[in-house]
């Protein structure tokens, strides 16, 4: 039996308050962790609200979380106790069925998210599957990883999945959490890269993250300077597209790649995609191969996320400074 101490919310947008709860015998496949660092994500706001139907309470939010290995399931392997690992959105997967099979364990069905009907890394300890429990090369902090389990990854996945070149032309909508790590994965990557923003301020932060190239979108006239150009945009904001006018931006057989969790549908425009074989897409986080790929990038290239600190214990003042748009850029909360 296992005592975990966390903060959870008992209702809908309700503040996070002291949680513990009995976590029971640790499962075959399970592993539990010392959390020492947990990234604070947006997902978390939406699941705190339950923006999307699907939040249990009492809430436990957190899953960018980063630790120590402290127990082992039997089956659990390739770990070791003392062994420095983080857990992303995902944990757990069913190991069985054609995606996991196929290497897709993110695609998994029955895939179980940190937060999802489990309680996740606000807490001093986490317990998840051990293929989900990843670990860290040793060129990355501990004190800035998190958020690169979730953010990092969901931008990362789609270089990997569609095998960009780095010789493509590659567009990034939106500078903030996500935004400002898929500008320096793009950089590194070795591709061209364009920053989309509505700020001009952000313009010198952007073309420091890597950008080549900064359009300021409420210019009308800033993408038809690039029309037909770009390979690839990711589309990292939440709030609806001007699909008309970022498909005019793509090349031909070009890409819009949507990660920001838009809740209104998208107008489709046909011609748009048939017109150059266009397409656009989707995907949610990555498998644990492709999260291994990341962490290993991000070390040997030494990306990492902006972030600010807060200790565990102030996690509301936390939550309203993201919820008030003030973080720059991700949020990690130190144990304390």
């Known amino acids: 039996m296992s005592t975990i101490n966390a903060y959870a919310a008992t209702a809908a947008g309700a503040p996070l308050e002291p949680f513990s709860f009995e976590a029971g015998e640790l499962g075959t496949e399970e592993v539990e962790i010392k959390v020492t660092h947990c990234g604070l994500c947006h997902s978390d706001l939406s699941m705190l609200g339950n923006d999307w139907g699907m939040t249990a309470y009492p809430f436990v ?19 070791e106790i003392g062994q420095r690992v983080g857990i992303g959105w995902s944990a757990y997967s069913c190991l069985s069925c054609h995606a996991c099979l196929s290497g897709r364990h993110n695609l998994c069905a029955k895939n179980q998210g940190t937060i999802v009907g489990r309680h996740g890394g606000f807490a001093d300890k986490l317990r998840a599957q051990w293929t989900w429990v990843r670990p860290l090369p040793e060129g990355l902090d501990m004190a800035t990883t998190g958020p690169l389990l979730c953010g990092g990854i969901t931008v990362f996945a789609p270089f990997f999945e569609y095998a960009i070149p780095p010789t493509a032309r590659v567009g990034i909508l939106g500078i903030g959490g996500l935004g400002h790590m898929a500008l320096q994965f793009a950089n590194k990557w070795g591709c061209e890269v364009h920053a989309f923003t509505t700020s001009e301020s952000k313009e010198a932060e952007a073309r420091k993250l890597g950008a080549h190239h ?26 609806p597209l001007d699909l008309h006018g970022l498909l005019s931006t793509l090349a031909p ?23 150059g074989q266009k397409s656009i897409s989707g995907s949610p986080t990555g498998s644990p191969t492709v999260i291994d790929a990341m962490l290993n990038f991000s070390a040997r290239h030494s990306v990492a996320p902006i972030t600010e600190t807060f200790p565990l214990s102030q996690v509301n003042d936390a939550l309203e400074h993201l919820r008030s748009g003030k973080a720059r850029y991700r949020i990690v909360l130190v144990n304390d």
Do not use: C, Q, Y
Not at 214 to 230: R, Y
Not at 254 to 265: K, M, N, S
């Open 61 to 79: 939010p957190g899953h960018e979380a980063v630790g120590i290995v402290t127990a082992l399931g039997s089956g659990a392997k390739g770990l």
């Open 214 to 239: 900064v359009h300021n979108t409420k210019n009308p006239d800033a993408l038809k300077k690039i029309a037909g150009s770009l390979d690839l945009i990711i589309s990292t904001i939440n709030v």
């Open 253 to 275: 057989t070009g890409r819009l790649h949507v990660l920001g969790a838009v809740l209104e549908p998208l107008p489709l425009p046909a011609l748009d995609l048939i017109f």
